[in-house]
């Protein structure tokens, strides 16, 4: 495929059914700069899961105001709360500022709440980690974004990816060179869309007990009610 020339085709797995409907999966970055490398490994990403078949939506941070700092029919709020609730599988990516993940990254997952009405926007998605690093290789990021994924109660995936000194890592064209980043950036988005597949056919993996209970009861509260 001539958008990924450091990719070796042949060595991917076969493609899912044509008839199957193509996995939806969001991506975030965590940097507002002109050349955001978080930003261009979210696209070389994105690139990566159109190729194995899903569709993808980067959702671009710039313009979002910070979290409790405006109504939440802000636009940019309300057009992160629908592709949350549109997506079945995510992909995060923060640059490391001071030892922990941007205030950018932060601030977009702040605004998505645990449940939207009836329905919980995260619950039971499937997640992919990545951070970039402007020096040495850290995982602070990544360890973070893991946390924060459970948290919003995500099935993050086991395989991450950080990508140390990541203004070495992209050429001139903001392409990722060819490097062990780079294949392990494809492990990581076949692995993700590995997990998409599986968590689709089998929603009963990710569906709780005290939820179907919670459902029950305000099914038998809108019968009496509707009884009365």
């Known amino acids: 495929m001539s958008d990924l020339p450091n990719l070796d085709s042949d060595l991917l797995p076969a493609a899912a059914p044509s008839d199957a409907p193509a996995p939806r999966i969001l991506l975030?970055?965590?940097?507002n700069r002109e050349r955001s490398f978080s930003r261009l490994l979210v696209e070389e990403a994105a690139r990566l899961l159109q190729h194995l078949g899903a569709e993808t939506r980067i959702f671009d941070p710039s313009g979002l105001p910070l979290p409790d700092d405006a109504p939440v029919e802000h636009p940019k709020v309300h057009e992160l709360r629908e592709l949350m609730q549109w997506s079945e599988g995510q992909v995060?990516?923060?640059?490391?500022?001071?030892?922990a993940m941007s205030a950018v990254f932060?601030?977009?997952?702040?605004?998505?709440?645990?449940?939207?009405?009836?329905?919980?926007?995260?619950?039971?998605?499937?997640?992919?980690?990545?951070?970039?690093c402007g020096g040495s290789q850290s995982f602070n990021v990544?360890?973070?974004?893991?946390?924060?994924?459970?948290?919003m109660r995500m099935f993050t995936i086991p395989n991450q990816s950080s990508v140390p000194k990541a203004f070495l890592e992209f050429g001139d064209d903001n392409r990722m060179k060819p490097s062990p980043y780079y294949d392990r950036l494809v492990d990581v988005m076949e692995e993700l869309m590995r997990f998409t597949w599986l968590l689709r056919d089998h929603p009963e993996l990710v569906d709780r007990y005290s939820e179907r209970k919670e459902s029950a009861?305000?099914?038998?509260?809108?019968?009496?009610?509707?009884?009365?």
């Not at 995060?92 to 030892?99: A, K, L, N, Q, T």
């Not at 009405?117 to 951070?131: D, E, N, S």
């Not at 973070?144 to 948290?151: A, E, F, S, T, Y």
């Open 217 to 228: 009861e305000e099914l038998m509260q809108r019968v009496n009610q509707n009884s009365i």
């Open 106 to 132: 932060k601030a977009q997952i702040d605004w998505v709440p645990l449940a939207m009405g009836a329905v919980r926007p995260t619950q039971g998605k499937t997640l992919a980690v990545l951070q970039v």
């Open 142 to 151: 990544v360890n973070q974004l893991r946390v924060l994924g459970r948290w």
């Open 28 to 31: 975030l970055y965590g940097s």
């Open 92 to 99: 995060w990516c923060s640059p490391e500022r001071h030892g």
